[in-house]
């Protein structure tokens, strides 16, 4: 069975600071979608990024990087020079290509609180 | 614009009592789903509907019931069988593709009285 394991439940880091929040998951299927979401104090759920399991590319996008090793089934997300709006909690999730729907799994999330 | 609208924001249920929180998206999605999250954990799903008229229980799905009439609507009702609903509740959205992401509304805190 699919599982998302976010091992760092809470972290704290003083603005301009880098910060990395580690995903590892758990699958059997070969094909397979990995997302990372920020919510905000106000609740939502914001969509970040998503990667599928045959594209190994580091991305970047400004200040945020994500580093997707298959070797270690990880998907680890990178703030550079954290800034006090980064404070939130974030979630990777999984969707395997074999779900019957578009499901997602959820990690339990990173609480980040970036402190001024 | 476009997006995904739920309400109310808060909500308090009385012991026994059935209480039915509202999802509505114009994003032209297929696919809808309801999550729970509890305190400091992540989401869990409760049901989800891929076509208008039909829907699937997710993994935690007693103690509730939802409808999918319209494609722009996905209520979910709490029942007096759910002997613990205090918790957050998103809805959410997509195309009904598999990588597709998941669009999400503001979120329900529904409480006990």
């Known amino acids: 069975a699919q599982k998302v394991t976010q091992a760092q439940t809470e972290i704290s880091v003083v603005e301009k600071e880098d910060v990395t929040l580690d995903c590892v998951y758990e699958t059997r299927d070969t094909t397979y979608y990995l997302f990372w979401y920020k919510q905000p104090p106000s609740g939502e759920l914001v969509f970040l990024i998503r990667?599928?399991?045959?594209?190994?590319q580091n991305e970047i996008s400004g200040r945020y990087s994500w580093n997707f090793q298959k070797s270690t089934s990880s998907f680890n997300f990178t703030i550079t020079a954290s800034q006090v709006v980064d404070s939130a909690v974030y979630f990777c999730a999984l969707s395997e290509a074999r779900n019957a729907g578009n499901m997602l799994t959820f990690g339990g999330g990173t609480r980040l609180m970036v402190k001024p | 614009d476009g997006g995904i609208t739920q309400s109310p924001k808060y909500l308090f249920r009385k012991e026994g009592q059935n209480v039915t929180l509202s999802c509505e998206q114009n994003?032209?999605?297929?696919?809808m789903y309801w999550y729970r999250q509890d305190p400091g954990q992540g989401l869990r799903l409760i049901y989800y509907?891929?076509?208008?008229?039909?829907?699937q229980k997710g993994d935690i799905a007693e103690g509730y019931s939802v409808s999918r009439e319209k494609k722009e609507s996905f209520p979910l009702t709490v029942t007096s069988a759910q002997k613990n609903p205090t918790a957050f509740y998103l809805c959410a959205s997509s195309l009904d593709r598999r990588n597709q992401p998941q669009h999400f509304g503001d979120g329900t805190r529904l409480s006990i009285l």
């Open positions: 990667r599928n399991s045959f594209d190994e």
């Open positions: 994003l032209n999605h297929d696919a």
């Open positions: 509907s891929q076509i208008v008229n039909d829907f």
